[in-house]
């Protein structure tokens, strides 16, 4: 074993990678051992910290200093500076918004200090990439503890009593899932881990699989105990090739080291795992259209019931769970259910992993209690708005969830709180947005997704998410007409109870949410012909305002559709016919002339 | 895998190597690298600090380097700072040599070495 001084931690997250945090590791691991450092200095890929905005991230311990957006051309100046005269390079520290104010270690930042890190405890700290680290942090002694010490009866029991629900966004208690597998007959049954991650902007379970592998594996396993399956699957998206990397090479260290495969522990219990790869469709993540998926047959849903549970896999009892919900419970055995039950709130126990996105300051991944305010949550994690402006409202949910605005703020974040107020907890992905943001265009780019994203299967979601997307697009262009409202209302009704699946189930979400807060903001579309954002060009005109314009040409020169015509020195004029709303004008416009309505 | 016992003595090694990321609530040595204190030997210094820790499997002890604390005629200087003393100790003129009996009496029997320290206050 080599004695180190330091441990130097880079992500290699897909956010990180992506900012090139690869170039960073080759050059500083080629800087130290020019400087023959490299036997004193330990440079060690990790997962996400989910600061993903300032990446790359690199962390320096034993001090834990926490250096932002570090590139290659920072590397000379951190070996030099830090690793061989100790002196922190303060200008890639972490500047917290808002103040002046430096943070230098990690522990220190806003961003992390209202976090409460379960599903995420090991991201950002361990190399996902060797075994042995999650190991030194209590890594597969939850399976120990449940071969050794627990039947299978103790170990459903212990799940049901920790209160953990379903982090994949329906939110069913876990515990009673695994009771159901239990107790079905059958001489086969499985274990599936869901990892179709497909809400636009979540990322918190290929973080999750990214930087802390095995702990799904390990919880897996329990599961595959506790319902009495030897045989785990999971279906993981082809666009997540590093989750999918580790994955692999997770699976094969277990493998070596006998955690996975044939009489783990020496007490008689198999139990293995395989990746099955899905190609990107939105409706494998439900799951029977999952369990279809690997089969090897098209990815369509199927009624239920019969529930998974009873009638899975091949037609086999399966448990299917979310990626985050393993993550939980390998804590929950490890630290008992009274620990995870004391967080959170009456009906929603633990943590809740969000990918913050959107008009806001600091984006990334947080794992906050449930409970936890959308306020603490944009303003003290997030940081506030972009540029200041005002809030608007927060997505949650994806394209099956709703819009939370501004009077509501204060709500605790829990899954019952969320359907109450016409939202929903879904996989964790929370948009902010802004007072620009326009929410008929909003309502209308979630049903374009979803309307996308329908298999097919049931006319309610074919058809029916088509004709609402028909008439979001007309209001859109200006071309609503007052009985619009009443259609999309009754429509979204129809298809919210008629639809085979979750994803018919909840695609009217995102309108229903949005008439209900921002009704006014869709009446102003269809009889004002307006859009009060400033967002939907049909009902958008540009015109330049003689008093400012100097007659520079500035615009003229700029317009893509050559639509703006005038003479030096003189005001110009926009051709209503010809201009395309781009915008290209207004931003060009060095006098602020140029107004848009 | 085949018990119980082989996960625990894998653990107890891998945590050893990981230490550096943790908490360990040993004391930490500072070694300090200013261009006085690296014209004086720090770098030896520190490179005896680190083979010596090695030679006694000492991995919970974090040694960390800073920068030239003014004292420039007292160099190579290392602190040793214990978690919840206020006061670190500061040693002065250390040399490959005395660095050792340093780590034998500070830092594993934990007397520190009175006659090399600078503190004022002591």
């Known amino acids: ?597 | 895998m085949r018990s119980l016992e082989e996960l625990k003595s894998l653990k107890a090694k891998a945590e050893k190597e990981m230490a550096l990321r943790e908490d360990t609530g040993k004391p930490t040595i500072i070694v300090h690298m200013g261009t006085c204190g690296i014209a004086n030997g720090a770098r030896e210094v520190l490179n005896t600090i680190l083979s010596e820790l090695k030679s006694r499997n000492l991995t919970d002890i974090h040694v960390t380097q800073t920068g030239c604390p003014g004292l420039c005629h007292l160099e190579p200087l290392i602190t040793v700072s214990e978690p919840g003393k206020k006061n670190p100790y500061i040693y002065a003129k250390v040399t490959t040599e005395n660095v050792k009996k340093i780590i034998l009496q500070h830092i594993i029997n934990g007397q520190p070495v009175t006659e090399w320290l600078v503190n004022l206050e002591k």
């Open chain 1, 1 to 597: 074993m080599e004695f180190y001084r330091s441990h130097v931690l880079v992500c290699t997250g897909t956010g990180c990678t992506s900012s090139n945090s690869r170039s960073v590791i080759s050059g500083l691991r080629k800087e130290l051992a020019d400087k023959g450092l490299e036997k004193e200095i330990q440079v060690i890929e990790t997962g996400c910290f989910g600061f993903c905005n300032l990446g790359p991230i690199m962390v320096v311990y034993p001090e834990g200093v926490f250096y932002c957006r570090v590139s290659q051309d920072d590397i000379q100046e951190i070996v030099e500076e830090h690793f061989t005269k100790g002196r922190v390079v303060q200008r890639l520290l972490y500047h917290e918004p808002n103040t002046t104010v430096k943070t230098q270690e990690f522990n220190d930042i806003e961003f992390f200090k209202h976090q409460k890190r379960i599903a995420l405890s090991n991201c950002g700290i361990i190399n996902p990439e060797k075994i042995e680290e999650y190991i030194a942090r209590d890594g597969y002694f939850a399976l120990a503890k449940v071969l050794h010490e627990m039947k299978p009866e103790d170990v459903i029991e212990e799940i049901k009593k920790s209160g953990l629900r379903g982090r994949g966004g329906g939110g069913f208690p876990t515990g009673m899932k695994w009771n159901f597998a239990h107790k079905a007959q059958g001489d086969q049954k499985y274990v599936v881990c869901n990892a179709d991650e497909g809400d636009p902007g979540a990322f918190m379970d290929r973080s999750v699989l990214e930087g802390d592998p095995h702990s799904v594996l390990e919880a897996m396993a329990i599961a595959g105990y506790a319902i009495g399956a030897n045989q785990g699957y999971i279906y993981v998206r082809a666009e997540y090739p590093i989750a999918v990397e580790r994955l692999r090479l997770a699976i094969e260290q277990a493998h070596k080291m006998g955690l996975l495969g044939k009489n783990i522990f020496g007490m008689g219990f198999d139990f293995d795992v395989d990746i099955r790869l899905g190609a990107g469709a939105f409706v494998c993540g439900e799951e029977t259209a999952l369990l279809t998926s690997i089969e090897g047959k098209r990815g369509e849903p199927r009624p239920r019931p019969p529930f998974p549970a009873n009638s899975g896999l091949w037609g086999k009892p399966t448990i299917i769970n979310n990626v985050e919900t393993y993550a939980n419970v390998t804590r929950i055995i490890r630290n008992g259910w009274e620990w995870f039950a004391s967080m959170g709130t009456e009906k929603s126990k633990g943590t809740k992993v969000f990918a913050l996105a959107g008009k806001i300051k600091n984006t990334g991944l947080i794992e906050v209690p449930m409970g936890t305010t959308l306020r603490t949550i944009v303003y003290d994690i997030g940081g506030g708005i972009l540029n200041d402006k005002k809030f608007k409202a927060a997505q949650t949910g994806g394209p099956s969830g709703g819009c939370i605005p501004a009077e509501l703020l204060d709500t605790p974040i829990d899954y019952d709180n969320l359907i109450a107020i016409g939202a929903m907890m879904g996989s964790g992905g929370l948009i902010v947005m802004d007072e620009d943001t326009c929410m008929v265009d909003i309502a209308r780019f979630f049903l374009e997704f979803t309307q996308d994203e329908s298999c097919g299967k049931c006319p309610p979601c074919r058809i029916g998410t088509k004709r609402m997307l028909e008439i979001l697009t007309r209001i859109c262009e200006g071309k609503g007409v007052p009985e619009d409202l009443e259609n999309l209302e009754t429509l979204a009704k129809t298809i919210k109870s008629a639809a085979l699946c979750g994803l018919g189930q909840t695609a009217p979400n995102p309108v229903l949410s949005t008439l209900r807060y921002f009704r006014h903001e869709y009446e102003a579309h269809i009889y004002d012909k307006k859009c009060p954002a400033g967002v939907c060009k049909s009902l958008l005109s540009y015109k330049i305002n003689e008093d400012k314009c100097r007659g520079c040409s500035l615009c003229a020169r700029n317009c893509p559709a050559k639509a703006i015509s005038g003479k030096v020195k003189e005001p110009f004029v926009i051709d209503p016919e010809k201009c395309i709303k781009c915008g290209a004008c207004m931003e060009k416009c060095k006098f602020g002339a140029i107004e848009r309505k």
